[in-house]
C-alpha cells in the first residue's frame, strides 16, 4: 500500500494541485490570489497526506471510485488550506468573517439542491477582499460533485457535518485577536468537556482542526454495505484520538517557528516538554488500539504510523531540543512507524515530500 502510495497517489495528487493552482493563478484580487497559491505551494503535503484515503479498501474494491475519492480529497483540503490562510495572513480578525468563509467546508458536503452548485452561499459577505473569479465556488462544487455519487453518503453525512461544524468553530475562534482568543477557546471546549473528559481543553480544540475524519467517512461511504455502527465506531476511534494526534503533530514540529512568530500553538500550553511527550504518547496508544476496532485495523494503523514518520521525519522535529522527544515518540509508535520514517526521510531528500 505504502509503494502504491507514493508511485500513484502522489503523482495524482500533484495532477489535481496543478489543476487548481493553474485556476488560482487567474484568481483577480491580488490578495486571495496570493493566498490561494500560497494555501497550495506552502501545504501540499497536507493533500498528499489526506490522499492516502484513496487506497481505502473500500474504494479500491469500486471501480472507479478511487479517482473520485482522491480529487474529493484535494478539492476539499485545498479549501481548508485556502481558508486557513485567508483567517491567518491578511490582517483580518472578525469572527463573523471567519464563520462566514468557513461555510464553504459545510456547504462542501452538504449535495443538497438540484444542482451541485446552485445554492452557494457568499462565502466573502463579511471579508474585505471578494473578486475569486469563482475560485471558491469551483472547489465546493467539485466537493458535491464527487460525494453525490458515493452510494452510503446518506450513513454519514450527519457525521461529517458535526466534524466540518467543530473545525469551522475552531477556526472562527483561533483567528481572533490574541488578548481574547485563549479565553475564548477554552471556554468554548469546556462546553464539551462532558463528552471528552479525559482530554485537557487545548487538546479537544486540537482534534477538532483535523480533516483525517473527514477524508475516512467519505471513503467508507463507497462501501454500499457501510452501517451506522460501522460509521459510530470511526467516529469514536478518529475523534478524539487519530484526529488529535494529527494536529498535535503539525503542532509539535511548529512549536519554536510559532513562538518567534508570536502564532497560536496548541503543545505550547502544556507545562513541559516531558508532559508533552507524555500526553502525545496517550495519544499514540489510543489511535492505535481504537483503530483496532475499525474494519480493515491495519489500514488504520499504517495511518497512524504514517503520521508519525511523517511529521517526526521534518528537520523541525529532529532539532536538538526535540530529538528526544522525537525519538520516544518514534519508539512508541513501533517498529513499522521507525521503517516508514526511515522512507520518509528518504522522500524528503528526494524532495518528494
Known sequence: MVAKFVAKVFPAVDCELGRWTYLAERIPDPTLRQQALASIRLK???AQGGSIYALYPTVCNMEGKGEAILKF?????TISDYLDNLCDRAGVTDEASFRQLHQAMLDAVNPAGDSPGGDLNDYYRYYPHQDDLGYLNLLV???RTLIIKLPSYHQVQKTLQKQIQLYTDLQAL????PTIRQSRLE???KTHREQYPELLWWEFAAATGSTLGVFLLVAAASDPALTPEEVARIDQAYFPWIDGLHILLDYYIDTEEDRLMNDLNFTGYYQNPKQCRNRLMVFIHHSLKDSAALSYPKFHQTV???LLAMYLSDAKALTVINQPITKALLKSGGLIAQFYYGCCRLLRRLKKL
Open 187 to 189: 471556554s468554548w471546549a
Open 73 to 77: 480529497i484535494v478539492a476539499f483540503q
Open 174 to 177: 483561533k483567528h481572533l485577536q
Open 44 to 46: 501540499k503535503f497536507h
Open 304 to 306: 497512524v504510523q504514517g
Open 141 to 143: 462544487t467539485e466537493c
